[in-house]
């Protein structure tokens, strides 16, 4: 007689919203942490964030996803010492008209975008001696909300321009804007 026992993995929770179509025209606060909360895209200076090279790596690639990703809009970004906060924008408006919709949803620009700077972060330390990471550069996932009217908006807006100045108040584990889970 043979026994086989099965064990069940955890589920790990999704911080997505469930039936949520993340290809959908939208506003989305984006918020993309550092493995181990770990400084190595800078450093904050007098309140102002200060650029190391693969600060100014991140920032770079960042602004380039729109060249790549038609219907895919940036609006306000910041590179802090160990995450990076953005709004996203999708919009229809992206595409040449006649054009079938591009069918890439948030998650799959975000992914694109990790695994492209993991690759340059990884040449970096190989050819210019960058700070290592512990086995990967960013946490698996990443922080989304979906921005549902101007005055949220706004809001993160004015959050994440003022980040860098709030570093020392919040400190570096913060790294998500509180907000009601309800909005």
């Not at 695994?115 to 050819?127: A, S």
Request: aromatic fraction near 12%; include cysteine; charge should be positive.
């Amino acid at each position: 007689m043979s026994y086989t026992h099965t064990m069940k993995t955890p589920q790990r929770k999704s911080l997505r919203l469930k039936h949520y179509d993340y290809t959908q025209n939208g506003f989305y606060f984006i918020t993309i942490c550092i493995q181990n909360k770990t400084c190595l895209l800078g450093e904050i200076i007098d309140q102002k964030m200060i650029l190391n090279d693969a600060g100014s790596m991140i920032h770079t690639l960042w602004y380039e996803i729109p060249h790549y990703y038609k219907g895919f809009q940036l609006h306000e970004f910041v590179v802090m010492p160990n995450h990076i906060h953005g709004i996203i924008e999708i919009s229809s408006s992206g595409r040449t008209q006649g054009s079938a919709p591009t069918g890439l949803g948030l998650s799959d620009v975000l992914q694109r975008f990790k695994t492209l700077t993991t690759n340059r972060y990884i040449h970096g330390v190989k050819q210019h001696h960058w700070k290592r990471f512990d086995k990967q550069l960013w946490q698996r996932s990443y922080y989304e909300h979906i921005i549902r009217n101007e005055k949220k908006l706004e809001e993160i807006q004015t959050y994440i321009i003022n980040n860098p100045m709030n570093w020392d108040t919040v400190g570096e584990d913060s790294h998500v804007l509180p907000m009601n889970e309800t909005i």
